[in-house]
């Protein structure tokens, strides 16, 4: 049976510099991120993103913005990984620099996307930033390059 993994991601933006906080994972998906983890079970997608930005930042954060969805299929096995993306300036705290995840600290977006990274952030920024799109959605499996397409 095809497995189903829900995770979310968390934009977050400084008002004043239009930095953005960015997470440079060392464990999974290693390389720069935006904060986020797994949806326990028996919480709501917002909170799960609440909860993981507290638990990797330190940072407080509301009125989370939707910005669609990241839908991974897996074409051999089925299995599906979603994830759910939310953005959000409003936010309080001090920002923890490092956590098991990694590190975290301000880029700006023009940074971000310019900076080599082991994984593929910077191909859901349009997600975050175009307000345009509800899904980018992949295809891949462990043999084969995979491509995202917006929708």
């Known amino acids: 049976m095809p497995k189903l993994e829900l995770t979310n991601m968390v934009m977050i933006q400084d008002k004043q510099t239009g930095k953005v906080i960015v997470q440079d994972r060392i464990i999974s998906w290693k390389g720069l991120s935006f904060p986020g983890g797994h949806v326990e079970e028996n919480e709501s997608f917002v909170d799960s993103a609440i909860r ?3 638990e990797e930042t330190g940072l407080d954060v509301w009125n989370l913005k939707s910005c669609g ?4 299929l897996n ?6 990984y979603i994830v759910f993306l939310y953005k959000t300036s409003d936010f309080s705290g001090e920002l923890i620099t490092d956590c098991d995840e990694g590190k975290h600290f301000w880029m700006t977006i023009e940074d971000l996307t310019n900076t080599p990274s082991k994984n593929d952030t910077t191909k859901y920024l349009p997600m975050f930033l ?4 509800s899904e980018a959605f992949g295809s891949w499996n462990n043999d084969e390059l995979w491509e995202i397409v917006y929708k």
């Not at 969805?69 to 991974?72: A, K, M, P, R, S």
């Not at 175009?130 to 799109?133: E, L, S, T």
Request: hydrophobic letters at 30%.
């Open 69 to 72: 969805v990241i839908h991974w």
């Open 75 to 80: 074409n051999k096995t089925l299995d599906r």
């Open 52 to 54: 993981e930005v507290k």
């Open 130 to 133: 175009d307000g345009k799109y």
